[in-house]
Structure formats: C-alpha cells, structure tokens
C-alpha cells in the first residue's frame, strides 16, 4: 500500500460548482492528490466537483463525506504550494469581467422593483391614451349628426341673409 501524502491545512475560501450552481467553500486542507473542505451542500460519495480558487481550479471525485465535511480525490496532481501562495487581491478579476463586484441582493431587488413600476406606469399610460382617443371618436360621432344639422341652418340663414355671415348687423 502507498505511504499517505503529507496534507497541509490551508484554511482559505473558494468557490464550488456541482453542477450547475456555484457555492462558497473553504477548503481545509490539500495534499499531492486530494483536499478536503466545507461545503454547505450535501454531497454525496460520487460526485464530481470543481472549486475554483483564483486561477487555480481543482476538480476531484468525493471519496467521504459527513455533514458539511468531505474529501475529494483530485484528477490531477495538485501543486499545494501555488494554490497555498496565491493571494486575492481586490481586483482578482478585469474590471469589466461580471464577476469583478459581488451583487447585492438589495441591489438587484431595486433595480427589478423599479423596472416593474416603469412596465406598470407606462402601460397604465398606454391604456389611458387608447380611453382617450376611444371617448374622443365617440364624442365625435354622437355630435357629428346634430353639428351636420346646425351648420346645414346656418347655411340657410346666411343664404337668406349674407352679412349675418360677417358679423354685420341685420338692415
């Protein structure tokens, strides 16, 4: 049987993906083919899982697990003083990258809020011009009949009398 490689505790986060979401992670420790670390999923001996830690990625199979513990053994061999050095700065990644700020909760909730209230506002306008327009067609078809008739008297009027047209007194 071969001799168990050395494992040192490292202690630092990182991030897991089984699947399709990613999770926070800190992983525990880290030998030549393994690392153990603390997940709050429930894993189960099996599957695979990549964390993701900087620009180190360590991809393994979870040999145990109990509780929020497990141990994974890596498909390749792991380099434990690069993973152990790296350090994150504040700007672990380019600006324009979408992980380069962490999102809010709150944030996102406003900027959805918003948006519905400017969908609700804009279609409650919609409506209220379309009502208006209707209620003008039908103000304009009711008086369209009786407007027909005045101007038809008065027509007869101004032909009985020219200047009554002009505003002119009657002689």
Known sequence: MRPRAPRIDVQMPGRMRVGAPWT???????????????????????????????????????????????????????????????????????????RARRRRVEETEDVVRWLSRLIEFSSLGIVGLIAAVMAAQIVDSALAAPMKQVRAHLLIGANDNPAALDGSPEK
């Not at 992670?25 to 030998?31: D, E, G, Q």
């Open 24 to 98: 926070d992670v800190v992983i525990l420790n880290v030998s030549e083919r393994g690392f153990r670390f603390r997940s709050p999923m429930v894993l189960q001996r099996g599957h695979f899982v990549e964390i993701r830690r900087g620009p180190h990625v360590l991809v393994g199979q979870i040999r145990w697990a109990t509780g929020e513990c497990c141990g994974a053994h890596a498909d390749t061999v792991l380099n434990v003083n690069t993973l152990k050095s790296f350090t994150p700065s504040k700007r672990a990644y380019p600006s324009n990258e979408r």
